[in-house]
């Protein structure tokens, strides 16, 4: 097998990257996912690097235990490079003790998956990491859009209750800051904290378990149509002068 293989190419899909040094395992994951996705594979950390900086990705499914460059390396990298740093990363290994879970969270990895994996729990999580990527390639081509009248803006107010309107608003927020792209993310993933966990009372252990199911933007909904939470809403304060935000 070469280093780099296009396991099924799918125009138009979401593209994954499959890193593991065991052949056998890329085409087992493969095999489970390549109907509904673009599926590229590298047998390596140094390759995967490659892939990722220079194609457009979705999700990044990675093996921890590598030779040379392992997989928590690979993804303190990728977190740490403008051009990868928001693909999700899920990991996918035999390492299964509560510090590698930890440890690989802490690297900023989307989930964590150990072998062997059910088909229908891959599917699930690859599903949510997709959702996560697309919407925040959404969420930059709105802020350029709005980006020409943001400089006229001193201060602003906001309230808030929807994931939807979080996004918007945080494509908003991220647009007047000096680098856009790169505070994007982390303002997003406040304010969906706002709503998901300040107001919903979803805790981390519930959302991985919804996210595994596939079900975690189904069951925000559910809570925010409960009459109990009918009036819970987040608030977005923003003052912007010529030294700060």
Not at 14 to 24: F, K, Q, R
Not at 185 to 197: D, K, Q, T
Not at 219 to 233: C, D, K, Q, S
């Amino acid at each position: 097998m070469s280093e780099v293989t296009n396991v099924s190419t799918a125009a138009d899909k979401p593209a994954i990257l499959i890193v593991d040094d065991v052949p056998e395992n890329i085409d087992v994951i493969g095999n489970i996912i390549k109907s509904e996705y673009d599926v590229f594979a590298a047998i390596n950390g140094e390759v995967a690097l490659r892939v990722a900086q220079s194609n457009t990705l979705d999700a990044i499914l990675l093996d921890v235990m590598m030779p040379g460059m392992d997989g928590f390396e690979v993804c303190r990298h990728l977190k740490q490079d403008t051009r990868t740093e928001h693909v999700p990363v899920i990991f996918v290994t035999a390492l299964d003790t509560p510090d590698d879970v930890a440890r690989g969270l802490a690297l900023g990895a989307f989930f964590y998956l150990t072998k062997p994996v059910a088909p229908a729990q891959l599917r699930a999580v690859v599903a949510s990491a997709t959702a996560h990527a697309g919407a925040y390639r959404s969420l930059g081509q709105e802020r350029l859009r709005m980006i020409r009248s943001l400089g006229l803006m001193e201060q602003a107010r906001f309230r808030f209750r929807t994931l939807e309107e979080a996004d918007h608003l945080a494509a908003f927020a991220a647009g007047i800051c000096p680098e856009p792209e790169r505070n994007l993310l982390g303002i997003s993933e406040l304010m969906i904290n706002a709503v998901e966990h300040g107001n919903l009372g979803i805790g981390y252990d519930e959302k991985s378990l919804f996210n595994e199911r596939g079900t975690w933007r189904q069951e925000v909904e559910r809570r925010l149509a409960l009459p109990e939470n009918a009036g819970r809403y987040a608030t977005l304060q923003l003052e912007r002068d010529e030294r700060q935000i």
